[in-house]
């Protein structure tokens, strides 16, 4: 189990703003790296914590309680947990400050009854009354009535037919595991198990949630409602064909499925990091071994749970559960920070941090390992990394081409092969369309979203500008020497190009939401040498600036990816988000300009006592409209990287 002693300590909740007058430029940059070096692990890495909605943590609970293993006193701080979490409708939303989600909030209310909170108390009472205005626990998304199903709260009728069988369709099939996306082929191998065989939760108490809808599940003939589309209807139809000829299917062909799905996800366990290394995976997994009949002391069943309580932050009066880690982004991005801010002078301390974690990095590299992009991909050599600590079986180009640029950065020729693996492998795994997925090549079969399994419009992992703005921002750096590279730099360009919106931001998909894409591709054209004064580059310009605050700061919410008219925008500014922005101004050439000195200035007033920054809300999505994080490092690190290139471009001295 993580414990806040094994994680890096929050420093959010013990934070307070300097009082004016604000730390000069040079003391500001000293203060945040000797915070940020204070963090560095004795190993080498930075980590910090991944936090999500309170979807995850009551997961946790549902989890403890399917499988009958009840840790009271872990339960009752997770539960605080999601007493702090409620907003005061009573509902659980996706993001701080965002609308209340109708499936979290029954998760959180399910967990914290099946936890012991009356059906009484205030907080149970306002969700309750929440959920039940909003069409009650029948209008819940796909996920949540799996887990209603399996707790027998609704009939299996209720929830998409996905038989073990799908795992002998052949790849030429419309659907096939290969055709969607890594974190949907984990979560779904081990639950086409769990699902075809009707697993039922142990639910040793016997808690149930009847409650919480309007017509009695077994009357209910509207779970599938959302369905609106044409191909959906038609998807729909087809699934309810294939419930009605379940019974025919052979006994023989579900026990080869069975043992199909069996091997795939055993075969990927990953050890202590866990199946995918996402929490979701990792709980069907270990749901499913155990309905397999692995028994308890089985190691594999032992590791298994062992990886699912590593993501576990538990602190003295309260708990949460991560939905994975990110040593390997946190260390790439705060390697570059600290590359940053040293350019211009050498600190044997920050050298010696640097190159502790340049080794670990080095040291994490994925060369001949089994990997599922290789089904795209079968001949090309590996030299990825993941993104958690193991991931062997899905590495990404957003990480590789982060920790591939710290290594060149590095000057240091120990790192030339690695460097050398990573421009070939992130080469390879371009998409058709000349842009990059994260993890896999040509994964965008976008009518599988279509299915009503994929509710959470979720199941694949197309080429995303943010992505194709880092892989030639590393390609860049190599092509002088690999000239071969040339080709798949301009036809990536000529892909951001297409991407740009018609107000000249870039859509960010793993980062919250234009002010980080377009930080991402501007970096990327900064680095292919594309002259500043490109038209794409000047609308950028003209759009970032539009954008900043009165106070000199930048803010946008998740709301952006709900609503295209708020692009860039937000109630209150972010050192995250201006310091993307002034990143980004300073690639395009502006450092110069009012609204960079502007934005500095923001970022000196709100700098903590500290040394670090403190910004409230969530800053990426893990699936756009439907489920996000707030990565706890990225007002650590950001507003140090824009503080120190601001002073290698314009010296000490701010106005």
């Known amino acids: 189990m993580l414990i806040e002693t094994i994680f890096h300590p929050d420093q959010d909740a013990s934070s307070t703003s300097l009082s004016y007058p604000r730390l000069s430029l040079n003391d500001a940059i000293t203060c945040a790296k000797a915070r940020l070096l204070e963090l560095q692990n004795e190993e080498g890495y930075w980590v910090f914590e991944l936090e999500a909605d309170c979807t995850i943590p009551s997961e946790y609970i549902l989890m403890m309680h399917f499988m009958g293993e009840i840790d009271a006193r872990l339960q009752a701080k997770i539960v605080q947990y999601l007493h702090e979490q409620q907003d005061r409708d009573g509902s659980y939303p996706l993001y701080k400050g965002g609308p ?81 996306s890594y974190w949907s082929r984990t979560v779904m191998v081990p639950l086409f198990i769990l699902c075809t065989y009707k697993v039922k939760a142990r639910n040793p108490n016997n808690v149930g949630i009847s409650e919480l809808f309007i017509t009695q599940p077994e009357s209910e003939k509207n779970y599938f409602a959302h369905v609106k589309t044409p191909l959906g209807k038609s998807i729909l139809a087809a699934d309810r064909m294939g419930r009605l000829m379940e019974p025919l299917i052979p006994g023989f062909v579900r026990r080869k499925a069975t043992i199909k799905a069996r091997d795939w996800f055993l075969s990927r366990l990953n050890g202590y990091d866990g199946l995918g290394a996402i929490f979701t995976s990792m709980v069907n997994a270990y749901e499913a071994m155990d309905y397999l009949g692995i028994p308890a002391d089985d190691e594999r069943r032992r590791i298994a749970r062992e990886a699912i309580d590593r993501l576990l932050v538990v602190k003295p009066d309260k708990a949460y559960c991560q939905p994975c880690v990110s040593p390997v982004w946190d260390t790439g991005l705060a390697t570059l920070v600290l590359q940053e801010v040293d350019r211009r002078e050498r600190d044997p301390i920050a050298e010696q941090s640097l190159t502790k974690a340049l080794n670990w990095l080095a040291g994490r590299q994925l060369s001949n390992e089994p990997g599922d992009w290789r089904v795209q991909r079968p001949n090309l050599p590996g030299g990825g990394w993941a993104f958690q600590f193991g991931n062997s079986h899905y590495p990404d180009v957003d990480d590789t081409a982060v920790v591939a640029l710290a290594m060149i950065e590095s000057g240091d020729r120990e790192f030339a092969e690695n460097i050398e693996r990573a421009g070939v492998w992130i080469a390879g795994m371009q998409s058709a369309n000349g842009g990059y997925g994260a993890f896999d090549a040509d994964n965008t079969h976008s009518y599988l979203n279509h299915i009503p399994f994929a509710d959470h419009g979720a199941l694949l992992d197309p080429p995303t500008a943010d992505v194709s703005g880092r892989c030639v921002m590393f390609l860049s750096k190599l092509v002088d020497r690999q000239p071969e590279y040339r080709a798949v730099i301009d036809t990536c360009i000529t892909y951001l ?99 960079v000195k502007s934005g500095i200035n923001y970022l000196l007033k709100n700098q903590q006592d500290d040394g670090f920054w403190k910004d409230d809300g969530f800053n990426a999505p893990g699936f756009p409209k439907f489920f996000y994080l707030k990565y706890h490092g990225y007002d650590k690190y950001f507003p140090l990287w824009a503080l120190g290139r601001y002073r290698n471009e314009c010296g000490d001295f701010i106005s």
């Open 497 to 595: 190009r297409n991407q740009q919106e018609a107000d000249g931001s870039w859509f960010g998909r793993w980062g919250t939401n234009y002010i980080y894409g377009t930080w991402s591709v501007l970096t990327g054209f900064e680095s292919a040498g594309i002259s500043k004064h490109d038209s794409h580059i000047r609308k950028a310009v003209v759009w970032l600036k539009s954008k900043q605050r009165a106070d000199g700061g930048w803010g946008e919410d998740n709301d952006s990816y709900h609503d295209v008219g708020v692009r860039g925008e937000s109630e209150t500014g972010s050192a995250f988000h201006t310091a993307l922005a002034l990143l980004a101004l300073m690639s395009a050439g502006e450092a110069g300009c009012p609204e």
């Open 100 to 180: 209340g989600d109708l499936s979290c909030t029954i998760k959180a209310y399910y967990a914290m009854k099946l936890a012991g909170d009356s059906i009484q108390a205030q907080h149970m009472v306002k969700a309750r009354r929440w959920i039940l205005a909003r069409g009650g626990g029948a209008k819940a998304n796909v996920f949540t009535r799996i887990m209603m199903a399996m707790f027998e709260q609704i009939p299996w009728r209720g929830v998409p037919f996905i038989p073990v069988e799908i795992m002998l369709l052949p790849k030429w099939f419309p659907f096939h595991i290969d055709k969607v």
